[in-house]
């Protein structure tokens, strides 16, 4: 079953194409600051997703390996892209929050969990990768510290 969501607007709608039943968090500096608190992301493949209102949409190359979108009239952050070379490049991770039903949506994974801070816990037993540990996952270094 797709997956619907939008922005708080409406401008912007996305849809997700395949059974989708994941969903991840991330704890990266960017994304809460961005989001205003931790980001949900649900990731689908470049031909795995359709948008609406892409005229609404404001682009921002947040990093070396992606870009973040958000409606230019509401301001809903709405998905990261990724953006470097290879097998994942045009992946987009979708904020969960502009969901219109989560659904049986189950957290299978959280990344950047070093940077997550202490104010919060997920439940459950996941894979938790540090920024490093994600960062090779996708081919990419850490920046140096």
């Known amino acids: 079953m797709a997956l619907k969501g939008k922005c708080a607007c409406g401008a912007v709608g996305f849809e997700i194409l395949k059974d989708q ?16 608190g931790v980001f949900f992301g649900i990731q ?27 409606c230019s009239k509401c301001g809903s952050s709405l998905f ?8 994942a490049h045009g992946e987009y991770h979708f904020a ?8 049986d949506l189950k957290v299978v994974g959280e990344i950047y969990v070093d940077k997550k801070p202490d104010a919060y816990e997920f439940a459950g ?11 090779a996952s996708i081919g990419m270094e850490a920046p140096p510290s």
């Open 21 to 36: 039943k994941e969903v991840g968090p991330c704890h990266c500096d960017i994304c809460r600051a961005w989001t205003g």
């Open 80 to 87: 990261y892209r990724l953006t470097m070379p290879g097998p």
């Open 44 to 70: 689908a493949g470049a031909d795995e997703a359709r948008l609406t209102g892409e005229e609404h949409l404001t682009i921002w190359k947040s990093s070396d390996w992606a870009e973040r979108a958000f």
């Open 125 to 135: 037993d996941h894979p938790r990768l540090t920024e490093a540990e994600f960062l």
């Open 96 to 103: 969960a929050g502009g969901l219109e039903d989560w659904g």
